[in-house]
């Protein structure tokens, strides 16, 4: 079985419209996909740049629940992304950056960790692409300021083994914090260290 390591971005519900069109934002503009509707709770409708399970048709999440897309999305290049973009034979976009896909992503508008929260889990599709995750700063970045962006709590780098979790993002900071650590013995320690979301 292969690696699937991700980040998980923790929110209040009322900010994923913000985080989706944020994200569109970094889609590549040389991948050309129908555009895919989507309906959120409170009827906020937004038309988005991905799929969803690989097809185009409408997606109803009104009522709330959960809702999946596969994203391509641009990362800027350090040595590590250099590298796997040259193993995978991607080429930089005119800016410079390297569009990566696909990158799964997870909505939901209650979080596992905690019922208040929405939660937006975006996992690697390959190995390579886990040890990318793991190893790349500007990767990083990119989902710390998707978290920053969306007034997110915190955000998650998840091995997705059940093991030790980092902390990247928490209440405004980043910061390296282990999951469990002396900080945060369990995940508990760490949710209780959130913001109301309904301020």
Known sequence: MGLTYGYDIHLPPRNVAGALTDLAGLAPPSRDVPPLALTLPG???LTLPFTSRFESEPVDCSAGGTFELDTSLLFGVDDVVREYAEHCGHEPEADGRVAIGYVYLTVRFESPLHPDYASMEFWAATSPMSRMFERSATVREVFTGLTAAAGG??????????GTQQVCWLNGETTDEPVPGPRFPDL????????DPGR
């Open 43 to 45: 009827g906020v409708r």
């Open 153 to 162: 709590a915190c955000c998650l780098f998840d091995t997705g083994d059940g």
């Open 188 to 195: 508990r320690a760490l949710v209780d260290t959130w913001p």
